[in-house]
């Protein structure tokens, strides 16, 4: 009769030992290569992942570096003396620095004139362009009628054309009206430019709401004019409050139509600031610099503000 001898710990150990190499058998001899392999994949991955991250910063550091040095350059001249801003080779850090630049401007009466007529021409421009694309917004979205994707075609074709080309029809337009160095003429001309992007920002955040939701309003016994007002506008605010931005931007940059249309009693801020500093023989570059930076923060602030809109605004009607 054969009987088993029990294994000692040392013999177990020894049948675990691969002959002549010292390396586990069996399944530890599976597991070993397996393990290796996860850990360099696991490490190249997260090489990969760093290397993503510094590309990435990267990128963000020298794409601001390039958007921010004009902004930069613009502070420094505003604070700079009129010597050391001629002067060769210049410095990238002005050490002449000078706030009389920016107390000079406290004193034109003309300047600040010039911003009175930029703000009114500005926001009456936003708030008719809004007014305006909404309804016909809403009315390309929601309505089908006769001609319809004619009007589309029609609106979507005036940005076909140069601002300058219909400059000389708008002035003899103003002039045989009487318009000319107005308010109307400026409003008017700005209106005509910021419209058809308005209304095609808005046709499509139209056509992200739901019919059902128009048609249980006209259920309930709400008219055209009370779902548009009490239900469509506050659901599509976030892209009235973008198409208004835009369009008060565009009023407040315009220098061809304030300049042709208006005299200097109605110019606004971009024309006033070349007629201002800018002269013949010399130009006033630190004041010119410092009225430029001035001006720019009501529309800093203003996207500031509205940022979250802007954003919601601009891409609400991207999907469906």
């Given at each position: 009769?054969?009987?088993?001898?029990?294994?000692?710990?040392?013999?177990?150990?020894?049948?675990?030992?691969?002959?002549?190499?010292?390396?586990?058998?069996?399944?530890?001899?599976?597991?070993?290569?397996s393990?290796?392999?996860?850990?360099?994949?696991?490490?190249?991955?997260?090489?990969?992942?760093?290397?993503?991250?510094?590309?990435?910063?990267?990128?963000?550091?020298?794409?601001?570096?390039?958007?921010?040095?004009?902004?930069?350059?613009?502070?420094?001249?505003?604070?700079?003396t009129?010597?050391?801003?001629?002067?060769?080779?210049?410095?990238?850090?002005?050490?002449?620095?000078?706030?009389?630049n920016?107390?000079?401007?406290?004193?034109?009466?003309?300047?600040?004139?010039?911003?009175?007529?930029?703000?009114?021409?500005?926001?009456?421009?936003?708030?008719?362009?809004?007014?305006?694309?909404?309804?016909?917004?809403?009315?390309?979205?929601?309505?089908?009628?006769?001609?319809?994707?004619?009007?589309?075609?029609?609106?979507?074709?005036?940005?076909?054309?140069?601002?300058?080309?219909?400059?000389?029809?708008?002035?003899?337009?103003?002039?045989s009206?009487?318009?000319?160095?107005?308010?109307?003429?400026?409003?008017?001309?700005?209106?005509?430019?910021?419209?058809?992007?308005?209304?095609?920002?808005?046709?499509?955040?139209?056509?992200?709401?739901?019919?059902?939701?128009?048609?249980?309003?006209?259920?309930?016994?709400?008219?055209?004019?009370?779902?548009?007002?009490?239900?469509?506008?506050?659901?599509?605010?976030?892209?009235?409050?973008?198409?208004?931005?835009?369009?008060?931007?565009?009023?407040?940059?315009?220098?061809?139509?304030?300049v042709t249309?208006?005299?200097?009693?109605?110019?606004?801020?971009?024309?006033?600031?070349?007629?201002?500093?800018?002269?013949?023989?010399?130009?006033?570059?630190?004041?010119?610099?410092?009225?430029?930076?001035?001006?720019?923060?009501?529309?800093v602030?203003?996207?500031?503000?509205?940022?979250?809109?802007?954003?919601?605004?601009?891409?609400?009607?991207?999907?469906?």
């Open positions: 009769m054969t009987t088993t001898t029990p294994m000692t710990s040392s013999q177990l150990s020894e049948t675990d030992q691969r002959p002549g190499t010292g390396q586990p058998s069996g399944t530890g001899a599976a597991r070993t290569p393990a290796a392999t996860g850990y360099t994949s696991r490490r190249r991955m997260r090489k990969d992942v760093l290397r993503s991250k510094i590309a990435a910063w990267t990128a963000v550091v020298v794409i601001g570096c390039f958007g921010l040095l004009p902004v930069y350059w613009l502070l420094a001249t505003a604070l700079s009129p010597e050391s801003t001629f002067q060769f080779p210049p410095k990238l850090i002005p050490t002449d620095l000078t706030l009389d920016f107390t000079a401007l406290a004193e034109n009466d003309q300047l600040i004139k010039y911003l009175v007529n930029s703000m009114i021409v500005a926001t009456i421009t936003a708030v008719l362009s809004v007014i305006v694309a909404t309804y016909m917004g809403y009315s390309f979205s929601k309505f089908r009628y006769r001609g319809r994707r004619s009007l589309m075609h029609m609106v979507l074709a005036s940005q076909m054309f140069p601002q300058a080309l219909l400059l000389v029809t708008l002035y003899a337009v103003f002039s009206f009487g318009l000319l160095n107005t308010y109307t003429a400026l409003v008017l001309s700005f209106t005509t430019f910021t419209m058809p992007l308005c209304v095609w920002m808005l046709k499509g955040i139209f056509d992200t709401i739901p019919d059902a939701l128009l048609e249980a309003a006209s259920i309930d016994g709400a008219s055209r004019w009370r779902t548009l007002h009490s239900i469509v506008a506050p659901l599509a605010a976030p892209g009235m409050i973008a198409a208004g931005l835009f369009a008060f931007v565009r009023g407040w940059n315009d220098f061809i139509f304030a249309l208006a005299d200097k009693e109605k110019q606004t801020l971009p024309p006033g600031l070349v007629s201002t500093y800018i002269g013949e023989f010399q130009t006033a570059w630190p004041e010119l610099m410092a009225a430029s930076l001035v001006v720019s923060v009501p529309v602030i203003a996207f500031m503000f509205l940022q979250r809109y802007l954003v919601g605004g601009m891409t609400a009607g991207s999907v469906k």
